[in-house]
């Protein structure tokens, strides 16, 4: 396992929050990082793509101890995805194995919520999300028969975000916090 792989894209990520705020740059340069990292698939532990027959899963690799981000793996068992929802900071998504469907809405209004766009992401792919891009969207394996793993990274601690998630019964937003699946984070010193 390739550790040090990953320890170089968390210096990567220190290094460009601390030097700016900037989203347009925390983007692009994030994203040119991400890619770097997810063009290799020998660093992350079997744990952490581990996939579950309920639910999707979310494990926590590293939580910047200032909060300025987070890097989160995700791993979806043939059939699984999230519900409509949104994030309220900038985000990266890159598919590491398999590949997601990614269905994007406008803003919660009144009634009924409709896709506006939808993209499947290949392996090797990154997707972005914020408030000021397009924030509200759904996220499912794209990949029938395999389990399928992304990396995230957030502008913040998102398992501890008060967000949203919509409410398809009710025709509105309901409040979440999302936690993680494991109860600390891969990475949780440097």
Request: with cysteine; net charge negative; proline share 8%.
């Amino acid at each position: 396992m390739n550790t040090p792989r990953f320890l170089h894209f968390l210096d990567t990520m220190d290094a460009l929050v601390t030097r700016t705020p900037d989203e347009p740059t925390l983007l692009n340069e994030g994203e040119s990082a991400l890619k770097s990292l997810i063009d290799h698939d020998d660093w992350l532990p079997p744990e952490y793509a581990e996939p579950d027959a309920e639910r999707y899963q979310s494990y926590a690799l590293y939580i910047d101890p200032k909060a300025r981000y987070s890097v989160i793996s995700f791993v979806w068992a043939p059939g699984q995805g999230t519900p409509v929802h949104n994030h309220t900071v900038w985000g990266l998504v890159g598919v590491l194995r398999g590949a997601e469907l990614c269905e994007e809405f406008p803003g919660p209004g009144i009634g009924l919520m409709k896709s506006t766009h939808e993209h499947t992401l290949a392996r090797g792919e990154v997707d972005r999300v914020s408030p000021t891009i397009g924030d509200w969207h759904k996220v499912s394996n794209a990949v029938a028969g395999e389990t399928s793993v992304s990396i995230h990274v957030y502008g913040a601690d998102i398992g501890r975000v008060h967000r949203h998630f919509w409410d398809a019964a009710k025709h509105m937003p309901h409040p979440m916090v999302s936690g993680y699946s494991n109860s600390t984070p891969w990475i949780s010193a440097r």
